[in-house]
């Protein structure tokens, strides 16, 4: 079983930046598509980025412009920045395998709060 651990939120202002990261304990990323999700209070989980295995990276609509995944496979850590931030932004992040149905077990998350 892969464990991962997330870090790096914490409280920003509104436009103000933040980078994820997330490691694993196995040195296995570079193998699998990986993606980061978040979960706000009341809501679903959603992916708000991803990267393949091959490096291709696609983004959700709301996150678009504003964030930045990537990886190291050598660390094997995979990254989120996180530019322009938003109140609709908090929410507890997450990595793991994408898609989701794939998914390993989950961590603790990280929690990223934008507010003024």
């Known amino acids: 079983q892969v464990e991962l651990v997330e870090s790096g939120g914490g409280l920003v202002q509104p436009g103000g930046s933040l980078t994820l990261s997330c490691v694993a304990s196995?040195?296995?990323?570079?193998?699998?598509?990986m993606g980061w999700y978040r979960q706000a209070p009341g809501k679903q989980r959603e992916l708000v980025a991803r990267i393949m295995s091959g490096g291709e990276t696609n983004y959700a609509d709301s996150v678009q412009g504003r964030f930045s995944i990537s990886r190291d496979n050598a660390k094997n850590s995979v990254y989120l920045q996180m530019n322009s931030l938003k109140p609709e932004d908090t929410a507890l992040y997450y990595c793991?395998?994408?898609?989701?149905?794939?998914?390993?077990?989950w961590g603790q998350g990280t929690q990223v709060t934008v507010s003024s």
């Open positions: 196995k040195a296995i990323l570079s193998f699998f598509d």
């Open positions: 793991n395998r994408y898609p989701e149905r794939y998914s390993w077990s």
